[in-house]
T-cell receptor, first 112, second 114 residues
Framework: GNSVTQMEGPVTLSEEAFLTINCTYTATGYPSLFWYVQYPGEGLQLLLKATKADDKGSNKGFEATYRKETTSFHLEKGSVQVSDSAVYFCALRVFGNEKLTFGTGTRLTIIP | ETGVTQSPTHLIKTRGQQVTLRCSSQSGHNTVSWYQQALGQGPQFIFQYYREEENGRGNFPPRFSGLQFPNYSSELNVNALELDDSALYLC?????????????FGPGTRLTVL
């Protein structure tokens, strides 16, 4: 079956620090990979995505590269801000199936 | 353009009761998916509706059921509520066709079962 494993949180960083949140996956078929963000009291928002190997998704300074050889899609940001504090979810979707499979989420807190 | 909306925001029920949650999809979207997010967990897929028909189901018992209406809004019904049904229920809509279309999520309904 399909599954996503995320780095356990919570993660606490100082403002302007470098961020990495690890994500690995197992999939039958060829998945698209996503990072979603959930701010307090809100629903999920798509942060970035990649649909094939070696693609790099990027948005708002965040980046993740689809690594088929290591089945990974790690999220990175060079300099985090307080406003980045949220819960981040890695997810996959296999072609032909609209269902998203999520990881358990990583809570990120940025302190000034 | 109005995004995905859900109602109610919060709901408290007792064990054994029935509940109906509602979702209005984003304009132009004909596919609605429902997810259950338990506290501290990632969302789990319940089912999806496409053009008023169920189009895929996750590992949830039959007491979880749904409907989609001609305007593509949707309902999630849960019968015989159990304590473990306490969760945030998320609705997501996506546009017609294509497996790479983004799913747009609503803010969710927080259900508490006592």
């Amino acid at each position: 079956g399909n599954s996503v494993t995320q780095m356990e949180g919570p993660v606490t960083l100082s403002e302007e620090a470098f961020l990495t949140i690890n994500c690995t996956y197992t999939a039958t078929g060829y998945p698209s990979l996503f990072w979603y963000v959930q701010y307090p009291g809100e629903g999920l928002q798509l942060l970035l995505k990649a649909t094939k190997a070696d693609d790099k998704g990027s948005n708002k300074g965040f980046e993740a590269t689809y690594r088929k050889e290591t089945t990974s899609f790690h999220l990175e940001k060079g300099s985090v801000q307080v406003s980045d504090s949220a819960v981040y979810f890695c997810a996959l979707r296999v072609f032909g199936n609209e269902k998203l499979t999520f990881g358990t989420g990583t809570r990120l807190t940025i302190i000034p | 353009e109005t995004g995905v909306t859900q109602s109610p925001t919060h709901l408290i029920k007792t064990r054994g009761q029935q509940v109906t949650l509602r979702c209005s999809s984003q304009s132009g979207h004909n596919t609605v998916s429902w997810y259950q997010q338990a506290l501290g967990q990632g969302p789990q897929f319940i089912f999806q509706y496409y053009r008023e028909e169920e189009n895929g189901r996750g590992n949830f018992p039959p007491r979880f059921s749904g409907l989609q209406f001609p305007n593509y809004s949707s309902e999630l019904n849960v019968n015989a509520l159990e304590l473990d049904d306490s969760a945030l229920y998320l609705c997501a809509s996506s546009p017609a066709g294509g497996s790479y279309n983004e799913q747009f999520f609503g803010p969710g309904t927080r259900l508490t079962v006592l």
